[in-house]
């Protein structure tokens, strides 16, 4: 499975990840999801949410997650990529890519990584007023 | 031994800290370590219901064994996406 | 519920698609889906698929199972393409695109909106050698 | 009265037609249609099991009642996407 992790601070460019998108002929289905920060937090009007990381531990753990969907479903590809520091409303702070022959498991391993990314993977967020 | 410790997040805040040495007995535990932390910072205290540990770069839990040279990570419920 | 559903004999252009998109502040969660033409059908290699469809009925189809979602999830909008005509291998033929509030509410509408296409939405394959 | 009948997909090939009118009794239902076109087609009554009825727009199943004007779509499953 060939796995892409970019932790960055620079806005994430989906139109070009997409237009970078590679497959064999056997794939059929490509899934990507998109983590917007919200206008509100906790009911309170924010202006941008800022990322702080543990970065080598988020490597580790992102690949962690990465072995396990490895093992349950079979995934040409994964592309992550997570901003981190400031990150206004209404720009993506996660972008994801989960490339499989069926959609049923590329929607599968998407939901996994990010359900598992949220119990370990070591970001904390402050939101800014 | 000396082990290095790590605060991330509002635990930075909470110790007023962002990394410190401490010196303990050979074959301590992660839970000795966090009982003399929260000694010092009834805090970080309060939270401890709420503290994931880390030992380099992998969780553990508070029987764990540390080692010289160990850097333990402690900070709250991730928060990424 | 913000609806924009194409049919066209054209290639899919995802990343202008995804530059594209439109969202206020209370969404977080942009599900997309692409379904791609795969180098193999039962087990025989083929170069092509050519999409035949009952457009009208492809419309009304589609709409009621937009209807659908509409009464289920929180659903800001879905944009959704199929080519018809002849597609490639390697080549999109499905792009969906769904925006809501929280993750997990757009992998459940978008999910639900391929299952269904499938069972009702009158389009129809030939493989070609 | 009259009903227009379309096929799509393979079923073209398997009446050697794409849409054809066909003059019924007032008050005809889907199923005495069908009838007529498998007599007619003996290869589309082989796929009877599998096919798809749309009156207009819509699904219907074969009791439905026709009326003069109706478009009949038979097709076998949909496999878009």
Known sequence: ?????????????????????????EMGAAVYFSG????TE??????????????????RQFNLIFDQIEKR???????????????KVNEP???VEVIT??????????????????????????PLA | ??????????????TGCAHLTEELPEGSTVDELLKRLHARHPKLAAFQNS???????????????LRAGDEVSLFPPVQGG
């Open chain 2, 51 to 65: 503290t994931f540990i880390a030992v380099g770069l992998d969780y553990q839990g508070r029987s764990h064994v």
């Open chain 1, 73 to 87: 479903w079979p995934v040409e590809g994964i592309r992550l990529i997570h901003r981190l520091g400031l990150v």
């Open chain 1, 101 to 126: 022959p069926h959609r049923a498991e590329a929607f599968a391993a998407c939901q996994f990584l990010i359900d598992e990314m949220k119990k370990t993977v070591p970001i904390w967020k402050k």
């Open chain 1, 36 to 39: 917007i920060v919200r206008g």
């Open chain 1, 1 to 25: 499975m060939k796995r892409q992790l970019t932790l960055t601070r620079d806005p994430i460019d989906e139109p070009a990840l997409v237009s970078q998108r590679a497959l064999t002929a």
């Open chain 1, 93 to 95: 702070s996660l972008w």
């Open chain 1, 42 to 59: 906790d009911g309170a009007t924010i202006s941008a949410i800022e990322y702080e990381a543990f970065t080598p531990m988020v490597e």
């Open chain 2, 1 to 14: 031994m000396t082990i290095r410790v790590q605060f991330w997040s509002y635990f930075k805040e909470l």
